[in-house]
């Protein structure tokens, strides 16, 4: 059994994902300095040997769907998890956008700029501490919301300047903007499911033979 740690940006990433003895979970907060400190601060008493940068991931490919669960370990020729067999799994490439993409275009021009096939915002800041303690690090992320939709906010006006979200102004703002509630709801719906696909595929892949 691979000693690995699993890195989430939130808690409602994690919610369906079970702990092993051999498996820990870290919830780092969101964006690149807290996901990078959080972690940081724990190699400095622990090392696995596996990193998983785990959550949600806006899709900039057309080829993927809400559910679908993306792997970017390009980079790594050995990480000891079975990547091709348990789970169906894309392989491609993840990008780390310092805020959230908002709206089809802004994905659109990613993808141009990029060549990435999704977006999250922490992967790659994970991946450097990671290699400067010399452990393998695999990004694997489920999309929340396809290329060619846009999300029912802009969360990026809810975030302060360590990435995390203001939800005392989130909630002022719906107080002040009902109509936008619905489309909220529903999104929330989405990353329920998507939290759903993230956890069963983890729990899959981590339980899986290498």
């Given at each position: 059994m691979v000693k690995a740690l699993v890195c989430f940006a939130v808690a409602q990433e994690k919610?369906?994902?079970?702990v092993r003895e051999s498996v820990?979970?870290?919830?780092?907060?969101?964006?690149?300095?807290?996901?990078?400190?959080?972690?940081?601060?724990?190699?400095?008493?622990?090392?696995?040997?596996l990193i998983i940068a785990a959550g949600f991931a806006g899709g900039l490919n057309p080829e993927l769907k809400l559910g679908q669960m993306i792997v970017d370990d390009a980079d790594l020729s050995e990480h000891g998890l079975n990547l091709s067999g348990?789970?169906?799994?894309?392989?491609?490439?993840?990008?780390?956008?310092?805020?959230?993409?908002?709206?089809?275009?802004?994905?659109?021009?990613?993808?141009k700029e990029t060549n990435a096939d999704?977006?999250?915002?922490?992967?790659?800041?994970?991946?450097?501490?990671a290699r400067n303690h010399r452990i393998p690090m695999v990004a694997l992320r489920v999309i929340t919301?396809?290329?060619?939709?846009?999300?029912p906010l802009?969360?990026?006006?809810?975030?302060?300047?360590?990435?995390?979200?203001?939800?005392?102004?989130?909630?002022?703002?719906?107080?002040?903007?009902?109509?936008?509630?619905?489309?909220?709801i529903q999104f929330q719906k989405k990353l329920k499911y998507a939290a759903q696909?993230?956890?069963e595929t983890l729990n899959i892949l981590l339980d899986a033979p290498a």
């Open positions: 919610q369906y994902f079970h820990h979970a870290l919830v780092t907060g969101m964006g690149a300095r807290a996901s990078a400190c959080t972690l940081a601060r724990l190699l400095e008493v622990d090392h696995p040997r348990p789970v169906e799994l894309f392989h491609g490439k993840i990008h780390s956008a310092s805020q959230v993409m908002v709206t089809p275009f802004e994905k659109a021009s990613l993808r999704a977006v999250d915002m922490e992967s790659s800041a994970l991946r450097s501490i919301d396809p290329y060619n939709e846009a999300l802009d969360f990026n006006q809810f975030m302060n300047t360590a990435g995390s979200m203001r939800y005392g102004k989130l909630a002022c703002h719906l107080l002040r903007n009902p109509s936008t509630v619905s489309g909220l696909q993230l956890g």
